[in-house]
């Protein structure tokens, strides 16, 4: 190989790494967006669970106070 030939095939190597670092940082930023979008959804999940449970506590709670009130009606009907 001449020191041309071997010139080039450094420069060819340098460009290949430099490529590859690029695209390691670019994954790395997408991880990092992922990672992000995960938590924001994890903390909606969490959200949405206290939601559905507070919903069903009122749902029990009037429904407790319907079964009260017929029970009522009931002792006024005997």
């Given at each position: 190989m001449s020191f041309e030939e071997n010139i080039d095939q450094f420069?060819?190597?340098e460009e290949k790494i430099d490529s590859l670092i690029e695209l390691i940082n670019s994954l790395k930023r997408e991880k990092e967006s992922f990672g992000e979008a995960s938590r924001l959804q994890e903390e909606k999940i969490i959200a949405l669970t206290q939601q559905v449970e507070s919903l069903n506590s009122g749902k029990d709670r009037a429904k407790q106070r319907i079964?009260?009130?017929l029970e009522k009606i009931e002792g006024i009907e005997a």
């Open positions: 420069q060819l190597l079964i009260s009130l």
